[in-house]
Nanobody, 124 residues
Framework: QVQLVESGGGLVQAGGSLRLSCAAS????????MGWFRQAPGKEREFVAA????????YYADSVKGRFTIFRDNAKSTMYLQMNSLKPEDTAVYRC?????????????????WGQGTQVTVSS
């Protein structure tokens, strides 16, 4: 069983920055593919970014490419999402997810473990 706990959300003005963290329990965190997803009110959950176990490969949704950076510290069993140049349309609940088998990427299918989420609100 893997537990994921997000933190770092909050209220920020447009153009500002936030860094989200996802702390994971479990001895094999370093082997997991990890991802960030978000869900805005009235909208479906959407992919934000993903990172392979080694951190050497990452993938971003077009809407955040160039503004967000996903990275991880396997020694701390923690993944991060650095969000810069935030826009009001980035407002959502952000959740991290873990894929133990390396089969998931941008699709939600394959992510077996999910955190509860952290709220990000960007004011205009």
């Amino acid at each position: 069983q893997v537990q994921l706990v997000e933190s770092g959300g909050g209220l920020v003005q447009a153009g500002g920055s936030l860094r989200l963290s996802c702390a994971a329990s479990g001895r094999t965190f370093s082997t997991y593919t990890m991802g960030w997803f978000r869900q805005a009110p009235g909208k479906e959950r959407e992919f934000v970014a993903a990172i392979r176990w080694s951190g050497g490969r990452t993938y971003y949704a077009d809407s955040v490419k160039g503004r967000f950076t996903i990275f991880r510290d396997n020694a701390k069993s923690t993944m991060y999402l650095q969000m810069n140049s935030l826009k009001p349309e980035d407002t959502a609940v952000y959740r991290c997810a873990a894929d133990p088998y390396g089969s998931a990427w941008a699709s939600q299918t394959g992510y077996l473990y999910w955190g509860q989420g952290t709220q990000v609100t960007v004011s205009s």
